[in-house]
């Protein structure tokens, strides 16, 4: 099949899934993600500790 049909087929699928999907819930901004975000910021700060690295 030729590169050019495989990828209109493939936008065409897309767009029939999409259709038949329906429209997408709104993102919810809430406690619960502020929370989720802070706690992957602390994460971060705790794994990238600076500092002189150890030599064995």
């Known amino acids: 099949m030729h590169p050019d049909i495989h990828l209109t087929l493939h936008h065409t699928r897309a767009a029939e899934l999409r259709a038949e999907a329906g429209p997408r819930p709104a993102p919810r901004h809430g406690l619960r993600t502020r929370v ?11 794994a ?8 064995h």
Not at 36 to 46: F, S
Not at 48 to 55: A, K, L
């Open 48 to 55: 990238t500790r600076p500092g002189p690295v150890p030599v």
């Open 36 to 46: 989720g975000w802070t706690l992957i910021e602390v994460g971060l700060k705790l």
